[in-house]
Protein backbone atom coordinates (compact mmCIF):
# COMPACT_ATOMS: atom_id res chain seq x y z
CA UNK A 1 0.00 0.00 0.00
CA UNK A 2 1.53 3.22 -1.43
CA UNK A 3 1.70 6.12 1.59
CA UNK A 4 1.15 9.46 -0.02
CA UNK A 5 4.22 12.05 1.02
CA UNK A 6 2.85 14.86 2.62
CA UNK A 7 4.03 18.63 1.65
CA UNK A 8 4.01 21.23 3.71
CA UNK A 9 2.13 24.10 1.78
CA UNK A 10 4.63 26.69 2.70
CA UNK A 11 7.40 24.67 0.97
CA UNK A 12 5.75 24.72 -2.50
CA UNK A 13 5.26 28.62 -2.00
CA UNK A 14 8.66 29.67 -1.27
CA UNK A 15 11.99 29.31 -3.89
CA UNK A 16 14.79 27.95 -3.29
CA UNK A 17 16.40 31.27 -2.83
CA UNK A 18 13.74 32.30 -0.17
CA UNK A 19 14.60 29.48 1.76
CA UNK A 20 18.65 30.48 1.77
CA UNK A 21 17.62 33.69 3.09
CA UNK A 22 15.57 32.54 5.67
CA UNK A 23 18.42 30.03 6.40
CA UNK A 24 21.02 32.77 6.82
CA UNK A 25 18.93 34.95 8.69
CA UNK A 26 18.55 32.31 11.27
CA UNK A 27 22.21 31.27 11.29
CA UNK A 28 22.94 35.40 11.81
CA UNK A 29 20.47 35.15 14.58
CA UNK A 30 21.72 32.44 16.20
CA UNK A 31 25.55 33.87 15.95
CA UNK A 32 24.06 37.06 17.79
CA UNK A 33 22.70 34.90 20.52
CA UNK A 34 26.47 33.81 20.93
CA UNK A 35 27.97 37.29 20.92
CA UNK A 36 25.21 38.05 23.46
CA UNK A 37 25.95 35.44 25.47
CA UNK A 38 29.90 35.83 25.76
CA UNK A 39 29.25 39.67 26.30
CA UNK A 40 27.34 38.44 29.63
CA UNK A 41 29.55 36.12 30.60
CA UNK A 42 32.89 38.65 30.29
CA UNK A 43 30.66 41.33 32.38
CA UNK A 44 29.67 38.56 35.27
CA UNK A 45 33.29 37.82 35.46
CA UNK A 46 34.56 40.93 35.27
CA UNK A 47 32.18 42.66 37.97
CA UNK A 48 32.61 39.30 40.03
CA UNK A 49 33.64 40.12 43.48
CA UNK A 50 37.72 39.39 44.45
CA UNK A 51 37.51 36.19 46.66
CA UNK A 52 39.37 37.35 49.79
CA UNK A 53 41.44 34.54 49.68
CA UNK A 54 43.53 36.42 47.36
CA UNK A 55 46.44 37.28 49.06
CA UNK A 56 47.76 40.81 49.48
CA UNK A 57 50.90 40.59 51.04
CA UNK A 58 54.11 41.51 48.76
CA UNK A 59 55.88 37.61 47.58
CA UNK A 60 59.07 38.80 49.51
CA UNK A 61 59.70 40.79 52.72
CA UNK A 62 61.46 44.38 52.40
CA UNK A 63 64.64 42.72 54.49
CA UNK A 64 65.27 40.01 51.80
CA UNK A 65 64.94 42.42 49.18
CA UNK A 66 67.56 45.41 50.28
CA UNK A 67 69.68 42.95 52.70
CA UNK A 68 72.96 41.29 51.72
CA UNK A 69 74.24 38.20 53.51
CA UNK A 70 77.41 40.42 54.36
CA UNK A 71 75.19 42.95 55.99
CA UNK A 72 73.26 46.05 53.94
CA UNK A 73 74.20 49.71 55.08
CA UNK A 74 71.33 52.72 54.49
CA UNK A 75 72.21 56.41 54.62
CA UNK A 76 70.83 59.25 53.35
CA UNK A 77 67.76 61.65 54.60
CA UNK A 78 65.04 58.70 53.75
CA UNK A 79 67.14 56.03 55.44
CA UNK A 80 65.57 55.73 58.61
CA UNK A 81 61.84 55.98 57.23
CA UNK A 82 63.14 52.88 54.87
CA UNK A 83 64.42 50.99 58.21
CA UNK A 84 61.34 51.99 59.82
CA UNK A 85 59.12 50.79 57.20
CA UNK A 86 61.30 47.69 56.87
CA UNK A 87 61.03 46.86 60.58
CA UNK A 88 57.02 47.44 60.73
CA UNK A 89 56.40 45.18 57.73
CA UNK A 90 58.37 42.20 59.48
CA UNK A 91 56.47 42.53 62.72
CA UNK A 92 52.71 42.99 61.26
CA UNK A 93 52.77 41.09 58.24
CA UNK A 94 55.23 38.01 59.46
CA UNK A 95 56.53 37.62 55.98
CA UNK A 96 59.33 35.50 55.98
CA UNK A 97 60.80 37.02 59.28
CA UNK A 98 60.85 34.72 62.39
CA UNK A 99 61.94 37.16 64.64
CA UNK A 100 64.17 40.96 64.86
CA UNK A 101 67.08 41.89 67.21
CA UNK A 102 67.98 44.82 68.29
CA UNK A 103 69.44 47.12 71.14
CA UNK A 104 67.06 49.51 72.84
CA UNK A 105 69.15 52.34 72.16
CA UNK A 106 69.31 51.47 68.16
CA UNK A 107 65.52 50.95 68.64
CA UNK A 108 64.69 54.55 70.08
CA UNK A 109 67.16 56.36 67.87
CA UNK A 110 64.22 55.01 64.76
CA UNK A 111 61.00 55.88 66.92
CA UNK A 112 62.06 58.57 69.39
CA UNK A 113 59.38 58.66 71.89
CA UNK A 114 56.87 57.53 69.06
CA UNK A 115 56.70 53.83 70.34
CA UNK A 116 56.84 53.21 74.08
CA UNK A 117 57.29 50.03 75.74
CA UNK A 118 53.27 49.35 75.97
CA UNK A 119 53.42 49.01 72.33
CA UNK A 120 56.99 46.96 72.22
CA UNK A 121 55.40 43.90 74.68
CA UNK A 122 52.73 43.51 72.31
CA UNK A 123 55.31 41.97 69.85
CA UNK A 124 58.03 40.76 72.61
CA UNK A 125 57.26 37.53 70.97
CA UNK A 126 59.03 38.51 68.05
CA UNK A 127 60.96 41.55 68.91
CA UNK A 128 63.89 40.83 70.93
CA UNK A 129 65.75 43.50 72.48
CA UNK A 130 68.75 43.45 74.51
CA UNK A 131 70.93 46.16 76.67
CA UNK A 132 74.39 46.10 74.38
CA UNK A 133 75.99 45.12 71.26
CA UNK A 134 77.87 42.34 73.18
CA UNK A 135 74.42 40.90 74.64
CA UNK A 136 73.43 41.00 70.59
CA UNK A 137 76.09 38.99 69.19
CA UNK A 138 76.46 36.69 72.85
CA UNK A 139 72.70 35.75 71.63
CA UNK A 140 73.21 35.57 67.73
CA UNK A 141 76.16 32.93 69.04
CA UNK A 142 73.98 31.24 71.26
CA UNK A 143 71.34 30.83 68.00
CA UNK A 144 74.14 29.86 65.12
CA UNK A 145 75.57 26.90 68.00
CA UNK A 146 71.82 25.83 67.83
CA UNK A 147 71.29 25.61 64.09
CA UNK A 148 74.29 24.05 63.68
CA UNK A 149 73.31 21.51 65.95
CA UNK A 150 70.33 20.55 64.22
CA UNK A 151 72.10 20.69 60.88
CA UNK A 152 71.39 17.14 59.01
CA UNK A 153 74.64 16.38 56.64
CA UNK A 154 76.06 19.19 57.02
CA UNK A 155 73.26 21.10 55.80
CA UNK A 156 71.57 23.77 58.50
CA UNK A 157 67.95 23.91 58.29
CA UNK A 158 66.18 26.75 55.96
CA UNK A 159 63.88 29.13 58.43
CA UNK A 160 62.58 32.43 57.77
CA UNK A 161 65.03 35.24 58.27
CA UNK A 162 66.12 37.02 61.59
CA UNK A 163 66.26 40.62 61.51
CA UNK A 164 69.60 42.30 63.43
CA UNK A 165 68.82 46.27 63.34
CA UNK A 166 72.27 47.53 64.62
CA UNK A 167 74.60 51.17 64.30
CA UNK A 168 78.19 49.32 64.93
CA UNK A 169 79.86 53.02 64.63
CA UNK A 170 83.59 51.73 65.38
CA UNK A 171 82.55 48.23 66.03
CA UNK A 172 81.81 47.40 62.28
CA UNK A 173 84.38 44.50 62.14
CA UNK A 174 82.83 42.51 65.07
CA UNK A 175 79.28 42.57 63.73
CA UNK A 176 81.04 41.32 60.45
CA UNK A 177 82.76 38.49 61.78
CA UNK A 178 79.28 37.10 63.36
CA UNK A 179 77.98 37.53 59.76
CA UNK A 180 80.28 35.49 58.78
CA UNK A 181 80.03 32.90 61.27
CA UNK A 182 76.83 32.43 61.01
CA UNK A 183 75.61 29.16 59.18
CA UNK A 184 73.23 30.13 56.58
CA UNK A 185 72.05 33.10 54.83
CA UNK A 186 69.38 34.05 56.89
CA UNK A 187 70.16 36.33 59.13
CA UNK A 188 69.75 39.83 57.53
CA UNK A 189 71.60 42.38 59.14
CA UNK A 190 69.82 46.38 58.53
CA UNK A 191 72.87 48.55 59.25
CA UNK A 192 71.80 52.30 60.39
CA UNK A 193 74.76 54.05 58.17
CA UNK A 194 77.56 53.24 56.26
CA UNK A 195 78.68 49.47 55.82
CA UNK A 196 82.09 49.00 54.46
CA UNK A 197 81.49 45.37 54.19
CA UNK A 198 78.53 45.19 51.65
CA UNK A 199 76.60 47.37 49.68
CA UNK A 200 75.64 50.82 51.32
CA UNK A 201 72.11 52.31 50.23
CA UNK A 202 71.06 55.57 49.71
CA UNK A 203 67.70 56.44 50.69
CA UNK A 204 66.24 59.92 49.40
CA UNK A 205 63.49 61.46 51.14
CA UNK A 206 60.84 59.55 48.69
CA UNK A 207 62.86 56.42 49.13
CA UNK A 208 65.92 55.01 47.26
CA UNK A 209 67.89 56.37 44.90
CA UNK A 210 66.79 55.18 41.26
CA UNK A 211 70.14 53.83 39.36
CA UNK A 212 70.94 55.36 35.75
CA UNK A 213 68.35 54.03 33.20
CA UNK A 214 71.21 52.60 30.90
CA UNK A 215 73.54 50.29 31.12
CA UNK A 216 77.00 50.99 32.25
CA UNK A 217 80.54 50.03 30.44
CA UNK A 218 82.55 49.29 33.56
CA UNK A 219 86.13 49.64 32.78
CA UNK A 220 88.74 47.14 33.87
CA UNK A 221 92.46 48.86 35.16
CA UNK A 222 94.04 49.15 32.25
CA UNK A 223 90.94 50.59 30.10
CA UNK A 224 90.52 53.27 32.67
CA UNK A 225 94.26 54.07 32.63
CA UNK A 226 94.23 54.27 28.90
CA UNK A 227 91.44 56.65 28.81
CA UNK A 228 93.01 58.94 31.26
CA UNK A 229 96.26 59.01 29.29
CA UNK A 230 94.08 59.96 26.15
CA UNK A 231 92.49 62.75 27.95
CA UNK A 232 95.66 64.17 29.38
CA UNK A 233 97.33 63.95 25.72
CA UNK A 234 94.86 65.95 23.71
CA UNK A 235 94.88 68.72 26.76
Do not use: Y
Request: net charge neutral; proline share 9%.
Amino acid sequence: MNVPTRTCPCENRTTPEQRTSISLRANLAHLHSLARLRTLLHCRAANRPQSSNTPQEPAEPLARVFGHPQGAGFIGPGADGLLRTILTQALTSKIGVSWIIATRHDLNALWADALNDTVLTRFSARLHLAESLEDVIERLEFEADAIAALSIDHRPPTNPAILWLTSPGPDADVVHQTLQHWPNDNLIALIAGGWPHGPTHLIGHDGPQAFPPRPINLLTAHQAAKQLRSSTAQT
